[in-house]
């Protein structure tokens, strides 16, 4: 495994280059190529470094290539337009990176962190609330946080998922009392199996019976104050709706497991120890007899500060402590030196609050990362929140019920001939390949129009054209037959280079989503992999070519190959041998 990436290599020497002509401050600023005309990288950094030391930038690019040192690495090095510096990587350097990512058992030349630099990264994720069925805004935060849970673990990090979720609050109070009503535990057990329908009587029963809304209250006290009978009821709902949440994960490849529960409860005892906390501080101040703390640099147009509530007036605690006792824990007992929120755009305002009373008050130190990795919401066609036709929440399990569904439709349409059992198994890897990567394509910041025939196309960026592309390969290399694996690697066509330097940054899409916790760098990455492939078998046969030059080209597809899996594995995707 190299130290650094191609990209972060030819950074580095240009960087060395630019200290060497009396610029060290400056910044190299290589980049992918956008053009070809371009070679493969370029430096952007040398007419800002020119600019701020009134030089010619076209005289000090020509001093830095002076002192570039790229022997072996670079074929072809050139001056271009103000001032850029065009790299071209030499075809054997570039096929020595093939061989190395080959050779790497299965981690593919991506740099791993070791020693000081690995770091502990509790990534809240999924966090649904358990009083209700998941639905399809769960499925964001589930499907990136697993992703990012992934990356950050094969670049070599520690990740402890956080399922923080929703299980306490007063709709438990009304839940338990409503599960208490439908009598003995089979009852209650039948009254569960469809948790959405249960949630909604027992509001129904709230809204308009006063005895019952009463008796709901009741519930809530006696949980608070730990009763054993209410809170027994609750814990089997937990266990209900909980399971739902596991069949859930299960059926999206999602790794979480029970043991990455932490939910709301969990931080009941602590809840009045960081409000005393951050009284003690001075931080949280009476106001109209609730207890708050107040954000002036969150302070409206006419200077009015924010007022982060920490207890209600009636003594009850809030959603926003909860998250305050969370960062605690997480910077306290898990040890995190990063923490990753993965929660809808909407509550933006409330991780930058909850962030600075945090800091504030001291609960995490200077050098941990407190990140909120938003995202936008599910749309419907009419630009609205996705909902059913009857304007329902759409269940997730429904909805991945209809993606294999509708991706059987279309396998049997395709491949007729197929054991309905191995139809079934493609439509699985399929219909939940495509959910996914249609979420995880997009810039997780904006919101996306929910669409079944882009998301199930084999054409365009799309989980099912990905994912094609591999078997396509995986059929190649099985009728290749035997053939040395240990060939030798030679780049002679331009196909065969730019599919090889475009193996060669899958590295870097992988460090970039590490960094930025944007997946959809990854999934444009794979897209452009799968682009390159396709130009290279128009323009190379593999298996009709012969001697070195058709073992080096399967060396070729089997790295595409394992770099297709690979990625697609990390966004949690799976691929088949055939389809
Ligand atoms: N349960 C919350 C919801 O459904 C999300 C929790 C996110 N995590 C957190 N630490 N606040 O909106």
Known sequence: MPN????????????????????????????????????????????????????????????????????????????????????????????????????????????????????????????????????????????????????????????????????????????????????????????????????????????????????????????????????????????VSMSHCEEIYRRLNVGLTPADVYGESAYNDDLPVVVADLQAKGLAVTSDGAQVVFLDEFSSKDGVPAAYIVQKQDGGYLYATTDLAAIRYRATTLKANRMLYVVDARQKLHFQQAFSVARQAGYVPAGVQLEHVGFGVVLGDDGKPFKTRSGDTVKLAELLAEATQRAFNLVTEKSPELPEAERQAVAQVVGIGAIKYFDLAKNRSTDYVFDWASMLSFEGNTAPYLQYAYTRIKSVLRRAGEWDVNAKVTLVEPAERQLALQLARFADAVLAVAQDALPNTLCAYLYELAAALMRFYEACPVLNATGETRTSRLQLCRLTADTLRTGLGLLGIEVLEAM
Not at 42 to 58: D, E, F, T, V, W
Not at 230 to 235: A, G, I, N, P, Q
Request: charged residues 20%; aromatic residues 6%.
């Open 4 to 239: 650094q990436t191609l990209l972060q290599l030819l950074n580095a020497r240009v960087q060395a280059a630019l200290a060497a002509a009396g610029c060290a401050d400056a910044s190299a600023n290589v980049q992918p190529a956008s053009r070809p005309e371009h070679g493969d990288y370029q430096a952007n950094g040398i007419m800002a470094a020119a600019k701020s030391r009134k030089l010619n930038p076209r005289a000090l690019a020509q001093t830095v290539v002076e002192h570039l040192q790229l022997d072996g690495i670079a074929s072809h090095i050139e001056i271009a337009g103000p001032g850029f510096i065009n790299m071209t990587v030499a075809p054997d350097y570039l096929a020595g990176w093939v061989k190395t990512a080959l050779d790497d058992e299965g981690g593919l030349a991506v740099p791993r962190v070791s020693g000081d630099a690995v770091q502990c990264v509790a990534i809240d994720y999924s966090s649904p609330n358990l009083a209700k069925e998941m639905h399809v805004g769960h499925l964001r935060s589930t499907v990136i946080g697993d992703a990012l849970a992934r990356v950050l673990r094969f670049v070599g990090h520690k990740v402890v998922a956080q399922n923080h979720v929703g299980d306490w609050g007063t709709q438990f109070g009304m839940l338990t009392a409503c599960m208490d009503e439908a009598g003995p535990d089979d009852a209650s057990n039948l009254a569960l199996a469809d948790l959405e329908v249960f949630y909604r009587h027992a509001k129904k029963r709230f809204d308009e019976d006063a005895a019952f809304a009463n008796r709901a209250r009741d519930y809530v006290v006696r949980l608070q104050g730990g009763d054993p009978r209410v809170l027994e009821l609750w814990r089997r709902f937990l266990e």
